[in-house]
C-alpha cells in the first residue's frame, strides 16, 4: 500500500526546547519519547534560549558537545539544534517527528513569534517534518510530570495517526499546570492576541551607566471562545495547528489595486 503507516520500530523522534539541555520538561520529553520509540536524539541548546524566536547564529562557529549517545548540546539558539540535528547529526536518516518543550510557560497568541520553542519545531517543519511545540501555561514546573503524561497521550496518537507520506504540521500545545493534566480535555484553537508587552524597566547599573529590561509579556486582549487563552483558562489542553505562510491573504486584491504597476 502507497500509504502504509510508519513503522514505530524505524521511527525516529528529534527533541530539543529553548530551555536548555539541562531543563526538567525536555528531560521528561525525552522519557515520554522513549516509551513510544527506540531511536530518540536530544539536540538541545547549552544554555536557556527563551525569546530566542526563529534566530540561526551566522556570525560566530557553533560547538557540538556530544554528552551522551544521541544527547547533544549546541552552544546556540533553538533552531540552531535543530538544523545541526537534521543538517548534520542525523543526517543519514532524517527525524520522523520533531518535538519542543516542554517549555516553563505558555506560549500562547503573539508569543509564537518570539517562542525558542515553537522555532525549534518550526525549524523541523520547514524541512517538511511533522513537529509539535509543547508548553506548561505557567512557569515553575509545577505539575510538569502531569503535562508530560499529556505530551505522551498526544504523541502516541500522532505516531499512530502518521503514515510513511505524512503530509508535514505543526502544532503548539499548551498545558495547564495542574496535577490532572492528562485527564483535562483538549480542545483545538486558534492563536489568540496579547496586548503589546509591559513597559521597558529603565535601571542604573552598577557602574553608572542605563541598563534596560524589557518588560513581561502584556495580559490577553483577544482571549474569546476558541483561542488558545480561552481554552487553558477554562482548564483545558489547547492545540493549535499553525502555518509559517505570513501572506495576508485577504489583502492582496486590494494592495494590487493600490500599490502595484504591473496590470
Ligand atoms: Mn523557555
Same mark, same amino acid.
Given at each position: 500500500?502507497?500509504?502504509?503507516? @510508519? ?61 551522551? *549517545?544521541?544527547?547533544? /548540546?549546541?552552544?546556540?539558539?533553538? #533552531? ?6 537534521? *543538517?548534520?547529526? $542525523? *543526517?543519514?536518516?532524517?527525524? &520522523? ?24 519545531? $518550526? ?18 514546573? /509545577? ?5 508530560? !503524561? &499529556? /505530551?505522551?497521550?498526544? %504523541? ?8 510513511? !507520506?505524512? &503530509?508535514?504540521?505543526?502544532?503548539? %500545545? ?17 492563536? +489568540? ?7 521597558? @524597566?529603565?535601571? #542604573? ?18 482571549? +474569546?471562545? +476558541? #483561542? ?32 502595484? &504597476?504591473?496590470?
Amino acid at each position: 500500500m502507497f500509504d502504509r503507516p @510508519i513503522d514505530l520500530q524505524k521511527a525516529r523522534i528529534l527533541i530539543s526546547n529553548d530551555d536548555g539541555i539541562n531543563a526538567p520538561g525536555l528531560r521528561l520529553l525525552e522519557k515520554v519519547a522513549r516509551s513510544l520509540c527506540p531511536e530518540v536524539w536530544v539536540v538541545a541548546p547549552e544554555q536557556e534560549q527563551s525569546g530566542a524566536s526563529h534566530s540561526l547564529t551566522l556570525r560566530r562557529p557553533l560547538r557540538i558537545r556530544q554528552i551522551s *549517545k544521541r544527547r547533544f /548540546a549546541v552552544d546556540g539558539t533553538p #533552531t540552531d539544534c535543530a538544523l545541526l540535528a537534521i *543538517k548534520f547529526i $542525523m *543526517k543519514d536518516q532524517r527525524p &520522523t517527528l520533531v518535538l519542543s518543550g516542554i517549555n516553563a510557560g505558555g506560549n500562547f497568541g503573539e508569543d509564537i513569534t518570539y517562542s525558542g520553542t515553537v522555532a525549534a519545531a $518550526m525549524e523541523g517543519y520547514l524541512f517538511g517534518i511533522p513537529a509539535i511545540a509543547f508548553s506548561q501555561a505557567d512557569k515553575g514546573w /509545577a505539575h510538569v510530570d502531569a503535562a508530560a !503524561h &499529556t /505530551a505522551r497521550d498526544i %504523541v502516541e496518537r500522532v505516531l499512530a495517526a502518521m503514515s510513511e !507520506h505524512t &503530509t508535514p504540521w505543526l502544532l503548539n %500545545v499548551n498545558i495547564p499546570n495542574r496535577d490532572d493534566a492528562a485527564a483535562l480535555p483538549r480542545v483545538i484553537t486558534r492563536l +489568540g492576541r496579547r496586548h503589546a508587552s509591559e513597559p521597558v @524597566i529603565r535601571q #542604573t547599573s552598577p557602574r553608572g551607566e542605563a541598563i534596560y529590561w524589557i518588560g513581561p509579556a502584556g495580559s490577553a486582549r483577544e482571549a +474569546g471562545e +476558541g #483561542t488558545d487563552f480561552f481554552a487553558v483558562a477554562q482548564g483545558q489542553v489547547s492545540i493549535t495547528p499553525l502555518q509559517v505562510d505570513l501572506t495576508e491573504h485577504a489583502a492582496l486584491p486590494a494592495w494590487r489595486r493600490n500599490l502595484a &504597476t504591473a496590470s
